[in-house]
C-alpha cells in the first residue's frame, strides 16, 4: 500500500517539476534591449527616423547633444549616436527591419518624402513578394544604413 501511495504521489509531483522547470526557463531569457546606430549628423538622423518610421523620442540619459533615444515597441529602443564618419558603405545584408501593416501606405509616404526604395534584387521603387506572402522593400537612410519595412505585421 506504502508503494502504491508513493507511486501515486511521485506522478503527481513529476507534471508540478516540469512546470517549475519551463518558468524558470523563462524567466532567464534574453530581451533585446536597443539597438545603436552611429550616424554623422544627428539631426538629419533623427529627422529621418522620427517622420519616415514616426517613432518616438524618449528620454536619453547622456544630455550631451550626441544621441537621441527612440522607442520602438517591445522590441526595445533605437539609440542614435552621432560621430561617425561620412561617405561609409553598408551592405544590404546588414539592415534593420520595420514591420508595417501596409506596404502600399509605407511606400506611397516614401515616394511623398521622395526617398527611393527598391526590392532585393535593387529594382527601383518595386516591392519584392518572398515566398511566405511577406512583401518587402529596402531603402537607405542619411548615413546609408539599409532599412527593411515589410508586411509581417502581426
Given at each position: 500500500?506504502r508503494?502504491f501511495?508513493l507511486?501515486v504521489?511521485?506522478?503527481?509531483l513529476?507534471?508540478?517539476q516540469?512546470?517549475?522547470?519551463?518558468?524558470?526557463?523563462k524567466?532567464?531569457t534574453?530581451?533585446l534591449?536597443?539597438?545603436a546606430i552611429y550616424?554623422?549628423?544627428?539631426?538629419?538622423a533623427?529627422?529621418?527616423?522620427?517622420?519616415v518610421?514616426d517613432l518616438?523620442i524618449i528620454?536619453?540619459?547622456?544630455?550631451?547633444?550626441?544621441?537621441?533615444?527612440f522607442s520602438?515597441?517591445a522590441?526595445?529602443?533605437?539609440?542614435l549616436?552621432?560621430?561617425a564618419?561620412s561617405?561609409?558603405?553598408h551592405?544590404?545584408?546588414?539592415?534593420?527591419?520595420f514591420?508595417?501593416?501596409?506596404i502600399a501606405d509605407f511606400?506611397?509616404k516614401?515616394k511623398a518624402k521622395?526617398i527611393?526604395?527598391?526590392n532585393w534584387?535593387?529594382?527601383?521603387?518595386?516591392?519584392?513578394?518572398?515566398v511566405?506572402?511577406?512583401k518587402q522593400?529596402?531603402f537607405?537612410?542619411p548615413d546609408?544604413h539599409?532599412?527593411?519595412?515589410?508586411?509581417?505585421?502581426?
Amino acid at each position: 500500500m506504502r508503494i502504491f501511495i508513493l507511486a501515486v504521489l511521485l506522478a503527481t509531483l513529476i507534471p508540478f517539476q516540469e512546470t517549475m522547470t519551463q518558468t524558470e526557463k523563462k524567466k532567464k531569457t534574453v530581451t533585446l534591449n536597443h539597438i545603436a546606430i552611429y550616424v554623422a549628423d544627428l539631426k538629419i538622423a533623427t529627422d529621418f527616423y522620427q517622420t519616415v518610421f514616426d517613432l518616438e523620442i524618449i528620454p536619453e540619459p547622456f544630455k550631451d547633444g550626441r544621441h537621441t533615444w527612440f522607442s520602438i515597441g517591445a522590441a526595445g529602443q533605437l539609440h542614435l549616436i552621432q560621430g561617425a564618419k561620412s561617405n561609409v558603405t553598408h551592405e544590404k545584408n546588414d539592415h534593420l527591419c520595420f514591420s508595417v501593416e501596409s506596404i502600399a501606405d509605407f511606400t506611397a509616404k516614401l515616394k511623398a518624402k521622395q526617398i527611393n526604395y527598391e526590392n532585393w534584387a535593387g529594382d527601383q521603387n518595386t516591392v519584392t513578394n518572398r515566398v511566405d506572402g511577406i512583401k518587402q522593400i529596402y531603402f537607405k537612410d542619411p548615413d546609408g544604413h539599409w532599412l527593411e519595412v515589410n508586411d509581417d505585421h502581426k
